[in-house]
T-cell receptor, first 112, second 114 residues
Framework: SQQGEEDPQALSIQEGENATMNCSYKTSINNLQWYRQNSGRGLVHLIL?????REKHSGRLRVTLDTSKKSSSLLITASRAADTASYFCATVPQNRDDKIIFGKGTRLHILP | EAQVTQNPRYLITVTGKKLTVTCSQNMNHEYMSWYRQDPGLGLRQIYY???????DKGDVPEGYKVSRKEKRNFPLILESPSPNQTSLYFCASSYGQDRSYEQYFGPGTRLTVT
């Protein structure tokens, strides 16, 4: 799989439940970033986690990073209808000559 | 308000007719980048710039040109557009030159080449 691969591709949950999305990557990273995109609109930055960090929080969002497994997860707690969107991870390689890689995203749908 | 602007937002053109999509940021960011987004392929980087007069190829640079004459502007040029360049394009910027900070994205430009 390519660097910055999200899993699952799509997720439907009931409002109020927690949503977890995962991102796997292949090379050593400087940092990993999570973004949200509402249909056809620009991406909005959610959380950036650096390679020496293991967990970060922002409101209802929690991001973890496991560099030994080359993976990250995004947890959205107490989901709301407004959380319906696509979520992308972007990996920024340590090697400055390597490109930033975005995954294909997870489409999250919150059911009322 | 801190923002990245792109123009035009929508464009329908014909094969071979040169076009430019403008991108401007008001945050004094060093790093700027262009991406295209296609269904099933996610976002792919076209070109990026670490600073004025410094540009470099991303993953899919073929058929595109860029320039960075001023810090705030980073136009994307399609010299001879083809239908396979029909896509949703995003410009982004971030602080610094080492990609250690989050990117701010523009609203997107939907391009159709017939």
């Amino acid at each position: 799989s390519q660097q910055g691969e999200e899993d699952p591709q799509a997720l439907s949950i009931q409002e109020g439940e927690n949503a977890t999305m995962n991102c796997s990557y292949k090379t050593s990273i400087n940092n990993l970033q999570w973004y949200r995109q509402n249909s056809g609109r620009g991406l909005v930055h959610l959380i950036l986690i650096r390679s020496n960090e293991r967990e970060k929080h922002s409101g209802r969002l929690r991001v973890t990073l496991d560099t030994s497994k080359k993976s990250s997860s995004l947890l959205i707690t107490a989901s709301r209808a407004a959380d319906t969107a696509s979520y992308f991870c972007a990996t920024v390689p340590q090697n400055r000559d390597d490109k930033i890689i975005f995954g294909k995203g997870t489409r999250l749908h919150i059911l009322p | 308000e801190a923002q990245v602007t792109q123009n035009p937002r929508y464009l329908i053109t014909v094969t071979g007719k040169k076009l430019t999509v403008t991108c401007s940021q008001n945050m004094n960011h060093e790093y700027m980048s262009w991406y295209r987004q296609d269904p099933g392929l996610g976002l792919r980087q076209i070109y990026y710039s670490m600073n004025v007069e410094v540009t470099d190829k991303g993953d899919v640079p073929e058929g595109y040109k860029v320039s960075r004459k001023e810090k705030r502007n980073f136009p994307l040029i399609l010299e001879s557009p083809s239908p396979n360049q029909t896509s949703l394009y995003f410009c982004a910027s971030s602080y610094g030159q080492d990609r250690s900070y989050e990117q701010y994205f523009g609203p997107g430009t939907r391009l159709t080449v017939t």
